[in-house]
């Protein structure tokens, strides 16, 4: 997969957007240098090919409610790609399972779940025993607090370096 070719213009448009997916085509035409017509155009174009992929608002949980937050380390048993491919499928079905990572390393996957507390956690983790997807070992995690969660990425700092 090739990367993009995105101008400096094209980095700010993408900064200023992560920082506020609300930002207004007259707020973000200034904050990047443009006039409103050329900027929208230009974030449209990072939209259709993908580049943007979504708006969405954070949401501060734990002042909703207090939750549990646990990551987990999955081995499987079998390394086949049908083995792979179950245990994949039965956890993209799962809500309370926000992330899943496939690693390389010691695991096979690290995964992020929200959970209303640790009983719940491990009813969760239960239930994934039961239906028997693969499961080997898995280890548990619980985040005490949470230090940096940033979700702007640096996607300047990101790019190759230019020769």
């Given at each position: 997969m090739t990367a993009a070719k995105l101008?400096?213009?094209?980095?700010?448009?993408?900064d200023a957007i992560q920082r506020d997916g609300r930002i207004t085509k007259l707020a973000l035409a200034e904050q990047v240098g443009l006039s409103?017509?050329?900027?929208?155009?230009?974030?449209?174009?990072?939209?259709k090919a993908g580049i943007v992929s979504g708006y969405h608002a954070r949401i501060a949980m734990r002042v909703v409610a207090p939750v549990a937050t646990v990551l987990m380390e999955v081995t499987l048993a079998s390394h086949r790609q049908a083995d792979f491919d179950r245990f994949e499928r039965v956890i993209r079905d799962i809500p309370e399972i926000v992330a899943c990572w496939s690693v390389g390393g010691g695991v096979d996957y690290v995964l992020k779940v929200m959970a209303r507390d640790i009983d719940a956690y491990q009813r969760l983790v239960d239930s994934l025993l039961e239906r028997e997807i693969g499961i080997d070992r898995y280890f548990t995690y619980i985040v005490i607090k949470t230090v940096k969660d940033d979700v702007a990425l640096p996607v300047a700092d990101l790019l190759p370096a230019s020769p």
């Open positions: 101008d400096a213009i094209d980095l700010k448009i993408l409103p017509t050329p900027c929208w155009m230009r974030l449209r174009k990072l939209e």
